[in-house]
């Protein structure tokens, strides 16, 4: 072969070597021909692919260059089994290709890359890669890499360590390296069982605990755990002590809980819950790193989620299954957006034409027992129920069962502060809900969300019986939004609630609200906490971009770093910033997605606002967060996997729960 092209000439030898390689692989390669017929049209990923057609001919073959001989030799000598490895947030940095995908899908890219014989993988910025990426494959958080191998990508490794074993992390965590049985079979509590509270509690974590039947024991085994209750009795509220102590010893005498309140040992409760596990090669139940002690608070008194039930309907039990999730992440309150501009699901008993006429549908209503059976099923579960009334904005809904409080009939919103009727109204509805004195109510916590944000007052000013008053009253727009906002704050004031509003009157008004009043920072990029803290006021932060859990593309990452007290001195952070929360607005959720968009990105914020301020790492974070993950999908909560590059995206294929 090698004579028959023979020349004088060393580009024409060069050929005739390179034709002798593509002689070798050509007869390699017919002999998988009825192979590549059969499957050249099959998807790339992960299987045999088609393997390229190429003329082959004398004719053809001396038209081409040396390149182009060596891609095609190259090409046919690419081995025929191609597996996809897959490194999520990963990239191998400088590493690249003429060409790209960009823009493309994965498929697409994947069949890009093949048609090169250089190229060995891409990221998902649509990068081509060389065949050496493999060697220096390093973390980075805005992609994923897929790179080209022979064999099948191997299972990655079970996590090195789930240290400390509990989210969010304790205050306080000490350690042994031993283990103790828990005899599931003879295991009782001692102590304060007779309250109420801490009877129930106990009976809800006994399945969590032992979620699996035991067949045998470890021959040193716990089987009792005292219980101490300084006030079993306490009321719910924001002030109400949490703390908790527990302490597991290593040779199978009683553990030991104490708290100040029935809500401590639920903390407690949970905390040995997640200690516990279930070996399934001895079947039986064992707690490692014994003994542990275990010292406990949160850092913030108030870690919420909102729950928004006007945009989309939330049943009753919907909203349990929540509550009995948020217990997990030792998250205290709902804040429950209960109305809005889109519907009025509350039937007030002394207003029922808001419901009536306010609702989606007939089915798509609380009455005041629904709404009695949830706040309290919260609050057996030491979780608050803060309600939000939002006015004068979000309230367009109102107007279809008493058009009186709306400027005009094409002009729905803000309410209209130049009638009585709208204050009237407002102190019925406030009272529904309050009962007219603190802690009482269908909502008898003491904090009561008013909203008064993103208020537009042009409608005011295009009412002319708005226009008129306001001239009379010689106010302006917004002094006219001064006064409504007052005006309910002294309503809600008056029914023994401390108001809780939206950045905006802050923003307005400043100093000169009532100093009980609480300012909820969530502004992107908002910095009024700071400022309203310097001035004494207290404030909740949920800003808007990292804290709001309908921002899908907000990963828990993210999250997980934000610090409320940024700017602020630790005595004010201390004194004035009350916590905070998750934010999951209604526009895109309901029950059939409302859990994989909270969880588990809500659990990131959970360890923010209960864990030492120090407690910020996401690489010593990410395995325990993995393993929380996968502990709400033991206990039936459908949490997401923590790798989505958006929230409540499905698991991008088979692989196990502390991977994905």
Same mark, same amino acid.
Not at 261 to 269: E, I
Not at 304 to 325: A, C, G, W, Y
């Given at each position: 072969?090698?004579?028959?092209?023979?020349?004088?000439s060393?580009?024409?030898?060069? *050929?005739?070597?390179?034709?002798l390689?593509?002689?070798?692989?050509?007869?390699h390669?017919?002999s998988?021909?009825?192979?590549?017929?059969?499957?050249?049209?099959?998807?790339?990923?992960?299987? =045999?692919?088609?393997?390229?057609?190429?003329?082959?001919?004398?004719?053809?073959?001396?038209?081409?260059?040396?390149?182009?001989?060596?891609?095609?030799?190259?090409?046919?000598? *690419?081995?025929?089994?191609?597996?996809?490895?897959?490194?999520?947030? &990963?990239?191998?940095?400088?590493?690249?290709?003429?060409?790209?995908c960009?823009?493309?899908?994965?498929?697409?890219?994947?069949?890009? +890359? $093949?048609? !090169?014989?250089?190229?060995?993988?891409?990221?998902?910025?649509?990068?081509?890669?060389?065949?050496?990426?493999?060697?220096?494959?390093?973390?980075?958080?805005?992609?994923?890499?897929?790179i080209?191998?022979?064999?099948?990508?191997?299972?990655?490794?079970?996590?090195?360590t789930?240290?400390?074993?509990?989210?969010?992390?304790?205050?306080?965590?000490?350690?042994?390296?031993?283990?103790?049985?828990v005899?599931?079979?003879?295991?009782?509590?001692?102590?304060?069982?007779?309250?109420?509270d801490?009877?129930?509690?106990?009976?809800?974590?006994?399945?969590?605990?032992?979620?699996?039947?035991?067949?045998?024991?470890?021959?040193?085994s716990?089987?009792?755990?005292?219980?101490?209750?300084?006030?079993?009795?306490?009321?719910?509220?924001?002030?109400?002590?949490?703390?908790?102590? $527990?302490?597991?010893?290593?040779?199978?005498?009683?553990?030991?809980?104490s708290?100040?309140?029935q809500?401590?040992?639920?903390r407690? @409760?949970?905390?040995?819950?997640?200690?516990?596990?279930?070996?399934?090669?001895?079947?039986?139940?064992?707690?490692?790193?014994?003994?542990?002690? %275990?010292?406990?608070?949160?850092?913030? &008194?108030?870690?919420?989620?909102?729950?928004?039930?006007?945009?989309?309907?939330?049943?009753?039990?919907?909203?349990?299954?929540?509550?009995?999730? @948020?217990?997990?992440?030792?998250?205290?309150?709902?804040?429950?957006?209960?109305?809005?501009?889109?519907?009025?699901?509350?039937d007030?008993?002394s207003?029922?034409?808001?419901?009536?006429?306010?609702?989606?549908?007939?089915?798509?209503?609380?009455?005041?027992?629904?709404?009695?059976?949830?706040?309290?099923?919260?609050?057996?579960?030491?979780?608050?129920?803060?309600?939000?009334?939002?006015?004068?904005?979000?309230?367009?809904? #109102?107007?279809?069962?008493?058009?009186?409080i709306?400027?005009?009939?094409?002009? @729905?919103?803000?309410?209209?502060?130049?009638?009585?009727?709208?204050?009237? @109204?407002?102190?019925?509805?406030?009272?529904?809900?309050?009962?007219?004195k603190?802690?009482?109510? !269908?909502?008898?916590?003491?904090?009561?969300?008013?909203?008064?944000?993103?208020?537009?007052?042009? +409608?005011?000013?295009?009412?002319?019986s708005?226009?008129?008053?306001? =001239? =009379?009253?010689?106010?302006?727009?917004?002094?006219?939004y001064?006064?409504?906002?007052?005006?309910?704050?002294?309503?809600a004031h008056?029914?023994?609630?401390?108001?809780?509003?939206?950045?905006?009157?802050?923003?307005?008004?400043?100093?000169?609200?009532?100093?009980?009043?609480?300012?909820?920072?969530?502004?992107?990029?908002? =910095? %009024?906490?700071?400022?309203?803290?310097?001035?004494?006021?207290r404030?909740?932060?949920?800003t808007?971009?990292?804290?709001?859990?309908?921002?899908l593309?907000?990963?828990?990452?993210?999250?997980y770093?934000?610090?409320?007290c940024?700017?602020?001195?630790?005595?004010?952070?201390?004194?004035?910033?009350?916590?905070?929360?998750?934010?999951? #607005?209604?526009?895109?959720?309901?029950?059939?997605?409302?859990?994989?968009t909270?969880?588990? *990105?809500l659990?990131?914020?959970?360890? *923010?606002?209960?864990?030492?301020?120090?407690?910020?790492?996401?690489?010593?974070?990410?395995?325990?967060?993995?393993?929380?993950? +996968?502990?709400?999908?033991?206990?039936?909560?459908g949490?997401a996997?923590?790798?989505?590059?958006?929230?409540?995206?499905?698991?991008?294929?088979?692989?196990?729960?502390?991977?994905?």
């Amino acid at each position: 072969f090698f004579f028959f092209f023979f020349s004088s000439s060393p580009r024409k030898n060069m *050929r005739a070597l390179l034709l002798l390689c593509l002689c070798a692989a050509t007869c390699h390669a017919i002999s998988r021909w009825e192979w590549r017929r059969q499957y050249h049209q099959k998807q790339l990923a992960n299987q =045999k692919p088609a393997e390229p057609h190429f003329d082959i001919s004398r004719a053809k073959l001396e038209t081409l260059s040396p390149a182009e001989l060596m891609n095609m030799v190259q090409t046919l000598a *690419r081995p025929t089994e191609v597996y996809w490895w897959q490194f999520n947030k &990963s990239d191998c940095a400088y590493d690249d290709v003429p060409g790209d995908c960009k823009g493309k899908t994965v498929d697409q890219c994947k069949a890009a +890359c $093949l048609a !090169l014989s250089d190229c060995g993988g891409f990221n998902t910025h649509g990068i081509l890669k060389k065949k050496d990426c493999i060697s220096h494959v390093a973390p980075e958080s805005t992609v994923d890499l897929y790179i080209i191998q022979d064999k099948p990508q191997p299972p990655p490794p079970p996590p090195a360590t789930n240290y400390p074993p509990v989210w969010p992390h304790p205050a306080s965590f000490s350690n042994g390296s031993g283990t103790v049985g828990v005899d599931a079979s003879h295991f009782v509590f001692h102590g304060a069982v007779s309250s109420p509270d801490v009877s129930a509690a106990i009976q809800r974590y006994m399945p969590l605990i032992f979620p699996h039947k035991q067949m045998s024991t470890h021959p040193v085994s716990m089987t009792e755990v005292s219980i101490t209750v300084e006030n079993p009795t306490a009321d719910l509220q924001i002030d109400t002590d949490e703390s908790y102590t $527990l302490n597991i010893p290593s040779d199978g005498s009683p553990g030991a809980i104490s708290a100040a309140t029935q809500f401590g040992v639920m903390r407690a @409760l949970e905390s040995l819950s997640q200690l516990v596990v279930f070996d399934f090669d001895a079947q039986a139940y064992e707690i490692d790193l014994v003994p542990i002690s %275990i010292q406990d608070k949160p850092r913030f &008194s108030h870690r919420e989620v909102l729950l928004d039930s006007s945009r989309h309907f939330e049943p009753v039990q919907t909203l349990k299954n929540m509550i009995d999730s @948020l217990t997990y992440a030792k998250i205290n309150v709902v804040h429950w957006h209960i109305v809005d501009q889109q519907s009025f699901p509350f039937d007030s008993p002394s207003r029922p034409l808001l419901a009536r006429k306010g609702a989606y549908s007939m089915q798509e209503r609380y009455s005041t027992s629904d709404v009695q059976e949830v706040v309290e099923y919260a609050r057996v579960r030491g979780v608050r129920v803060m309600v939000e009334i939002d006015t004068p904005g979000h309230a367009a809904c #109102w107007c279809n069962g008493y058009p009186e409080i709306c400027p005009s009939t094409t002009c @729905l919103e803000p309410l209209n502060p130049a009638t009585n009727a709208t204050f009237d @109204l407002l102190t019925d509805l406030f009272n529904d809900v309050t009962g007219g004195k603190r802690g009482a109510g !269908l909502f008898p916590d003491n904090m009561m969300h008013l909203g008064g944000d993103e208020v537009n007052p042009s +409608c005011w000013s295009s009412t002319p019986s708005v226009a008129d008053w306001m =001239k =009379k009253e010689g106010l302006d727009t917004n002094g006219a939004y001064e006064y409504f906002v007052k005006r309910v704050q002294a309503i809600a004031h008056a029914q023994g609630r401390d108001v809780v509003g939206w950045e905006e009157i802050w923003d307005h008004f400043g100093t000169s609200l009532d100093k009980s009043t609480v300012i909820h920072q969530w502004l992107p990029g908002s =910095k %009024i906490a700071a400022n309203a803290t310097s001035h004494g006021y207290r404030v909740l932060w949920s800003t808007d971009g990292v804290w709001y859990l309908d921002g899908l593309g907000v990963t828990w990452e993210t999250m997980y770093v934000q610090e409320p007290c940024t700017g602020i001195p630790d005595e004010t952070c201390d004194k004035y910033v009350l916590g905070g929360g998750g934010e999951m #607005w209604g526009e895109t959720v309901d029950t059939s997605d409302i859990q994989n968009t909270v969880w588990p *990105r809500l659990g990131a914020i959970a360890e *923010r606002l209960w864990s030492p301020r120090e407690i910020t790492d996401t690489d010593a974070a990410r395995i325990r967060f993995a393993n929380f993950r +996968c502990l709400l999908n033991r206990r039936g909560i459908g949490a997401a996997p923590i790798n989505n590059q958006q929230a409540r995206e499905a698991p991008p294929g088979p692989g196990g729960c502390l991977t994905q």
